[in-house]
């Protein structure tokens, strides 16, 4: 192998590493958007290292392409249709409840205890 070569192959197998992480992170966090209770949530999250543990040992790069495609796809199929957000997040139901009033309107703070001027 020459030099570029291995850092083709070096690189590619960087790049598949990192979408099988960002795969196997996005898919707990959507367990547990299924997962009623903790326990249940556990065994959920076992099966799903299970799954990626049984193509761990797979070496040849077309064939972990094609792996991370099929998990991606099965992925999006079973993505839960409503996920839990934090209601403080962007998109939860307490996110800008009290924004920030506009420009020119004034707020008393004291309001009962004006000066009678």
């Known amino acids: 192998m020459s030099g570029a070569s291995v850092a083709a192959y070096l690189a590619r197998r960087a790049a598949q590493k990192e979408r099988v992480r960002i795969l196997y ?8 958007n299924w997962a009623v209770h903790r326990h249940l949530f ?10 990626f543990e049984a193509n761990k040992h797979v070496e040849d790069l077309d064939t972990i392409d094609k792996l991370i495609a099929e998990a991606e796809a099965t992925y999006n199929k079973w993505r839960h249709p409503d996920p839990y957000i934090v209601p403080w997040a962007p998109g939860g139901s307490k996110f800008t409840r009290n924004p920030v009033p506009p420009s020119g309107i004034e707020i008393l703070y004291d309001y009962g205890r004006e000066d009678n001027d």
């Not at 992170?25 to 547990?32: E, M, S």
């Not at 556990?42 to 799954?51: E, G, H, I, K």
């Open 25 to 32: 992170r996005r898919a707990l966090k959507d367990t547990l």
């Open 42 to 51: 556990y065994q959920d999250a076992s099966d799903l290292r299970d799954r």
